[in-house]
């Protein structure tokens, strides 16, 4: 079965600051996405990487897929208030379903 | 394009009853998942449908059935419902996948999802 496992749980910080969220396996993924959801709604798709070692900026967010894929982080730099959220990474190997991780609970304060 | 439709987006069932979900996936994507969000379990995979055909399952119990129509629609049943079914439903559809197929489908788009209550 695979699993992924994110950290921290859960980051409160201010607004300005820098952060990063990571997420782990000890499976090979076959690509791997981040979501962003608010509460009652549906996760937001971010970015989705499939090259180990692929990095990806989408504004002040940076993800970074592990040379063996099967790990990836996500920066923020100059956290905002409408960062927060829940940010969610998932993960698919060959031929199988999505797996997600337990969520990082990300709150900025302004 | 139209985004993932859910409907409906909110519930209230009594214990026993049955319930059935609706999800309309973004046109031309002829993958769709379900999900089930609680605040202590997180997002967990209950079924996945590809060309009306289930192609995997999660660990769920027989009370949770799905189907998929000709037109990629989706439905999900749940019968008997029981107050721990309470959670955020999501249903997922996929593009076809890049590379070696449909079987590498590589993103999956989110609909509001249905809230739903047992009491």
């Known amino acids: 079965t695979q699993l992924l496992e994110q950290s921290p749980q859960f980051l409160s910080i201010q607004e300005g600051e820098n952060l990063t969220v990571y997420c782990n396996s000890s499976?090979?993924?076959?690509?791997l996405q981040w979501y962003r959801q608010e509460p009652g709604e549906g996760p937001v798709l971010l970015v989705t990487?499939?090259?180990?070692?692929e990095v990806k900026k989408l504004k002040r967010l940076t993800f970074q897929f592990g040379d063996a894929r099967k790990d990836s982080s996500l920066h923020i730099t100059a956290a905002q208030p409408g960062d927060t959220g829940l940010y969610l990474c998932a993960g698919r190997g060959y031929g199988q379903n999505f797996v997600f991780g337990p969520g990082t609970r990300l709150s900025v304060l302004p | 394009k139209a985004g993932v439709t859910q409907t409906p987006r909110y519930l209230i069932k009594t214990r026993g009853q049955q319930v059935t979900l609706s999800c309309s996936p973004i046109?031309?994507?002829?993958?769709v998942s379900w999900y089930q969000q609680t605040p202590g379990q997180g997002l967990q995979f209950l079924f996945e449908?590809?060309?009306?055909?289930?192609?995997n399952k999660g660990n769920f119990p027989g009370r949770f059935s799905g189907r998929q129509f000709s037109n990629s629609r989706s439905e999900m049943n749940v019968s008997t419902l029981e107050l721990g079914d309470s959670a955020l439903y999501l249903c997922?559809?996929?593009?076809?996948?890049?590379?070696?197929?449909?079987?590498?489908?590589?993103?999956?788009?989110f609909g509001q999802g249905t809230r739903l209550t047992v009491v």
């Open positions: 499976s090979v993924f076959s690509s």
């Open positions: 997922a559809s996929s593009p076809p996948g890049r590379g070696q197929g449909a079987l590498l489908n590589t993103e999956a788009f």
């Open positions: 449908y590809f060309s009306e055909t289930q192609r």
């Open positions: 046109s031309g994507h002829r993958s």
């Open positions: 990487v499939v090259t180990g070692g």
